[in-house]
């Protein structure tokens, strides 16, 4: 499996969709550890850009702070999942607790708000 994780500061940002960095992670699910890690620059931001391009990246499953309604549909599409409201921890940190299953989720940061990310 490949985790897509949007960075600021080496952690996951709450805007995935302005952020700079993703980090992409290869995990075996079976011996539940991470196989490798590669930080990978972002193209400039254009709406609708990040699912295919995470796609083509061959990306599984997407660890988002706050994530726009719009997006969802998107990432959807691409049949990539994405967990929302992650908290703000380093990759290895939340890879850790979603293989744990003790991954605490919050409300989705772009609720209530007009997000385009």
Sequence with gaps: MKVAIPLADGKLTMHFGHCRHFALVDVDEAQRKIVARNDIEVPPHQPGLLPPWLAERGVDLVFAGGI???????????????????????????????????????KNGCEGHNCEH
């Design 68 to 106: 726009g309604q719009r997006a969802l549909g998107l990432f959807a599409e691409q049949g990539i999942e994405v967990i929302f409201g992650a908290p703000i921890e380093t990759p290895e940190e939340l890879i850790a607790g979603y293989l744990k299953g003790s991954m605490t989720t919050g």
